[in-house]
């Protein structure tokens, strides 16, 4: 099973001029926006592309608030909150757990960076899951986007998660007719417990 990613973005141009030895964390302010594209493996010859316009609404010490919204879509915004280094922190077995951060400041040509975790039922189809994501800063590159052409860091990320499957049953029936009547008949197979999938992440930021 895979669950492939990749997502091209610009976000707020970084104050580091081009080819500086390092970016440092940017300032966001309300009314700040920006665009991401993504693409999804949704099967082994199928891709669906979104994209999606984020918000600053509210910029704190600690937090961005922001809303997100899917160009093209009549669905009102979602509201989210990251750390100011735009990671995402939400609840994984009753402890605030950073589950993705795309960005180190300050940023370097090399730096890598890791983010890791497991989570106990993540959903009803999984008993557990673990999810390993490694950062690394390639370089730079020029990006053309509708705003114009920017020279920008590079940061990919690879990785890879396991989840183990969790209980369930399938239930069938049918029904069957003859001399006596009408019956139906109930068929219950139990999924493999225990067994293991897994996928993959791939993802590039600029």
Do not use: C
């Not at 302010?29 to 999606?52: C, F, H, I, M, S």
């Not at 690879?158 to 499957?165: I, K, N, S």
Request: proline share 4%.
């Amino acid at each position: 099973m895979m669950r492939t990613f990749f997502a091209g973005a610009v976000a707020i141009a970084f104050s580091a001029t081009a080819f500086a030895q390092t970016a440092e964390q940017p300032r966001v302010k309300t009314g700040d926006t920006w665009v991401y594209q993504l693409t999804t493996e949704k099967a082994p010859n199928g891709w669906v592309q979104t994209r999606n316009e984020f918000t600053v609404e509210r910029a704190t010490s600690s937090a961005i608030y922001l809303s997100v919204k899917q160009l093209g879509s009549t669905q009102p915004a979602n509201e989210i909150f990251m750390g100011l280094d735009w990671s995402l922190v939400r609840n994984v077995n009753g402890k605030e757990t950073i589950v993705n951060r795309p960005f180190a400041f300050p940023l370097t040509v090399g730096k890598t960076w890791e983010v890791g975790f497991e989570e106990q039922q993540p959903n009803r189809e999984f008993k557990s899951e673990q999810r390993h994501r490694k950062y690394t800063v390639l370089g730079y590159e020029t990006v053309e986007v509708p705003a114009g052409k920017f020279t920008a860091l590079k940061v990919e990320s690879e990785g890879q998660w396991v989840a183990e499957l969790a209980p369930a049953q399938n239930v069938m029936q049918s029904a069957q007719s003859g001399r006596n009547g009408t019956s139906l008949v109930t068929q219950v197979q139990n999924a493999q417990a225990g067994a293991k999938v897994m996928g993959r992440y791939y993802s590039v930021i600029w």
